[in-house]
């Protein structure tokens, strides 16, 4: 079983920073292909980022792409999301999800690739 634990959310003003933290249990990390997603209020759970097994290859949402960053630590089996010029419209609870057996360059955008979620983090962004 593989377990994913979200931390780093938090409050913090527009144009702020912010970075959450992915730990991921499970002695094959390094080959997990790992995303990020995110739930506003209201709204249906939307993809933001994706890295394949190394950290080499990222693919982002239009919304975040070159302001948030997703990279990878394989000796911590941990995932991150730095998140710059943070805007209202991130606010959401902020899911990462990993997908088993993935290609090794393989990044993935839809929901159903994946395999296990973690709990979520809320991300608040005050204007």
């Known amino acids: 079983q593989v377990q994913l634990v979200e931390s780093g959310g938090g409050l913090v003003q527009a144009g702020g920073s912010l970075r959450l933290s992915c730990a991921v249990s499970g002695r094959s990390f390094g080959t997990y292909a790992m995303g990020w997603f995110r739930q506003a209020p209201g709204k249906e759970r939307e993809f933001v980022a994706s890295v394949n097994w190394s950290g080499g290859t990222t693919n982002y949402a239009v919304s975040v792409k070159g302001r948030f960053t997703i990279s990878r630590d394989n000796t911590k089996n941990t995932v991150y999301l730095q998140m710059n010029s943070l805007k209202p419209e991130d606010t959401a609870v902020y899911y990462c999800?990993?997908?088993?057996?993935?290609?090794?360059?393989?990044?993935?955008?839809?929901?159903?690739?994946?395999?296990?979620w973690g709990q979520g983090t809320q991300v608040t962004v005050s204007s």
């Open positions: 999800a990993a997908k088993i057996n993935a290609a090794r360059s393989g990044t993935y955008m839809y929901q159903t690739s994946y395999d296990y």
